[in-house]
Antibody, heavy 122, light 108 residues
């Protein structure tokens, strides 16, 4: 059974870069049956999709974040990375990584990490 | 961009049926997935591809999709079903994942 674990700083200063790692166990991120994604949830709010990355390196991003976000992966370490530049208080959220199943050109989130809270504050 | 609209809250007595809707323009042309999120936990998929149930999800959970509304139905609601529920689609026009705003299910 796949397990996903997010890690990274819990506090980031405004205007700096938020960097998170998702470590995948029980599967390889090079498995071309799956995609890998980041989602965030601001305190008391709903889910916001950030983007997804495929084993071949193809990426899709939320248009509202595209200018500031970069997703990548390291297959040797089975890790997926999120970088979000120029953060503000509005980026304070719990950040989840998740595994996506793709079928018939559609996607759903099959497995999720437990999430990690990132606070943007000076 | 595609928008999914959910009621903010639904309340139901134990043993009754909860119906949570997800509205979208011609949503029947899309495939809808549903997630349950209990407080302090990560979401869990309860329905995928409109009406399929992952292993471990009770048969009390079902989904449908027609016209401009997709529906998650929970029969014989239990206290443990109290959670936030989100619908989700893939918008192939923009290559985007879209979530509904979420519905808080309260078991009275």
């Amino acid at each position: 059974q796949v397990q996903l674990q997010e890690s990274g700083p819990g506090l980031v200063k405004p205007s700096q870069t938020l960097s998170l790692t998702c470590t995948v166990s029980g599967d390889s991120i090079s498995n071309d049956k799956y995609y890998w994604s980041w989602i965030r949830q601001s305190p008391g709010k709903g889910l916001e999709w950030i983007g997804l990355v495929y084993s071949g390196g193809k990426t899709y991003y939320n248009a509202s974040l595209k200018s500031r976000v970069l997703l990548s992966g390291d297959t040797s370490k089975s890790q997926v990375f999120l970088r979000l530049n120029s953060v503000t208080a509005a980026d304070t959220a719990v950040y989840f990584c998740a595994r996506l199943v793709s079928k018939f050109g559609d996607f759903y989130f099959e497995s999720w990490g437990q999430g990690t809270l990132v606070t943007v504050s000076s | 961009s595609y928008v999914l609209t959910q009621p903010p809250s639904v309340a139901v007595a134990p043993g009754k049926t909860a119906t949570i809707t997800c509205g979208g323009n011609n949503i029947r042309s899309k495939i809808v997935h549903w997630y349950q999120q209990r407080p302090g936990q990560a979401p869990v998929v309860v329905i995928y591809f409109d009406g399929d149930r992952p292993s471990g999800i009770p048969e009390r959970f079902s989904g449908s999709n027609s016209g401009n509304t997709a529906t998650l139905t929970i029969n014989k609601v239990e206290a443990g079903d109290e959670a936030d529920y989100y619908c989700q689609v893939w918008d192939s026009t923009d290559d985007h994942v879209v979530f509904g705003g979420g519905t808080k299910l309260t078991v009275l």
